[in-house]
T-cell receptor, first 112, second 114 residues
Framework: DQQVKQNSPSLSVQEGRISILNCDYTNSMFDYFLWYKKYPAEGPTFLISISSIKDKNEDGRFTVFLNKSAKHLSLHIVPSQPGDSAVYFC???????????FGAGTTVTVRA | DTAVSQTPKYLVTQMGNDKSIKCEQN?????MYWYKQDSKKFLKIMFSYNNKELIINETVPNRFSPKSPDKAHLNLHINSLELGDSAVYFC?????????????FGEGSRLTVL
């Protein structure tokens, strides 16, 4: 039973344009959300996170938006660069949870 | 210096064999994890140790046994390997206190069972 869902397995975007990755969750106890980026043959690396007390968090070209009522979050990458081509995982946990629940990932391809 | 290192990176073995994957972290973290990425690409938690104490033990076959000799090491031993065990296994660590903070992952160990 997947509690974190990324319904778009892939996304192709032109360099310089915005990439928007979506993530939905079903567990209303989740209150902390993270995005991870993964290159082939490497482990996922932390990208950005957001707590449920916020609706937006920004770090350079990366912004995460949280809509708690819709149980939906999104990651915006502006502008997209070729080095952003990777798999992006959405993850979530509840308060005092030791484990993160991950989505299946979205593969982003940035075209030159 | 690799923060979270796993060995081996690739492992090909026959059904029925026993194998181990080792993990070490040099970040000084107090919590370590094993995640499995299956053919559908989901990352699923298997085990977690906090200060050498098992705190998460998801529903995995008891052929899988984690061992944490100290805070910096978490090894995964798998007995009687089956075809369905083929996957990429990721070790991770975090300085979590009471809740999972940012995880630092190793590069993964790709296990292929023939």
């Amino acid at each position: 039973d997947q509690q974190v869902k990324q319904n778009s397995p892939s996304l192709s975007v032109q360099e310089g344009r915005i990439s928007i990755l979506n993530c939905d969750y079903t567990n209303s106890m989740f209150d902390y959300f993270l995005w991870y980026k993964k290159y082939p043959a490497e482990g996922p690396t932390f990208l950005i996170s957001i707590s449920s007390i916020k609706d937006k968090n920004e770090d350079g070209r990366f912004t995460v938006f949280l809509n708690k009522s819709a149980k939906h979050l999104s990651l915006h990458i502006v502008p997209s660069q070729p080095g952003d081509s990777a798999v992006y995982f959405c993850a979530a946990r509840g308060t005092n949870d030791y484990k993160l629940s991950f989505g299946a990932g979205t593969t982003v391809t940035v075209r030159a | 210096d690799t923060a979270v290192s796993q060995t081996p990176k690739y492992l090909v073995t026959q059904m029925g064999n026993d194998k181990s994957i080792k993990c070490e972290q040099n970040l000084g973290h107090d919590t370590m994890y094993w995640y499995k990425q299956d053919s559908k690409k989901f990352l699923k938690i298997m085990f977690s140790y906090n200060n050498k104490e098992l705190i998460i033990n998801e529903t995995v076959p008891n052929r899988f046994s984690p061992k944490s000799p100290d805070k910096a090491h978490l090894n995964l031993h798998i007995n009687s390997l089956e075809l369905g065990d083929s996957a990429v296994y990721f070790c991770a660590s975090s300085q979590s206190g009471r809740a999972a903070g940012e995880l630092f992952f190793g590069e993964g160990s790709r296990l292929t069972v023939l």
